[in-house]
């Protein structure tokens, strides 16, 4: 299983970015994708997830009217739309694939909020 993550980079107070984490080598239907984020001395904290059956989500507080999860199951392909974007959300944001037990992790994208 291969994810990769791409939409990441610079961006001013009050802007949009969107990123998409794009999966493939998997044949399973029933799997959770999730966005996490880690800045700098910090921990690794989850933003938001969904389900691919169904289209199930859940954010995180901090995010919560702000952000965006997406899914195009044809495409294998998950995305985050961020809006409003603040200083305190830039972080490397990953995209994380869980299939029963086993979990992937793509290598992350940098978002930097900041004028």
């Known amino acids: 299983v291969q994810l990769v993550e791409s939409g990441g980079g610079l961006v001013q107070p009050g802007g949009s970015l969107r990123l998409s984490c794009a999966a493939s080598g998997f044949t399973f239907s029933g799997y959770v994708t999730s966005w996490y984020r880690q800045a700098p001395g910090k921990e690794r904290e989850l933003v938001a997830f969904?389900?691919?059956?169904?289209?199930?989500?859940k954010y995180a507080d901090f995010v919560k009217g702000r952000f965006t999860i997406s899914r195009d199951n044809a495409k294998n392909t998950v995305y985050l739309r961020m809006n409003s974007l603040q200083v305190d959300d830039t972080a490397v944001y990953y995209c994380k694939l869980r299939m029963a037990s086993l979990e992937y992790w793509g290598q992350g994208t940098q978002v930097t909020v900041s004028s």
């Open positions: 969904i389900t691919s059956v169904g289209g199930s989500t």
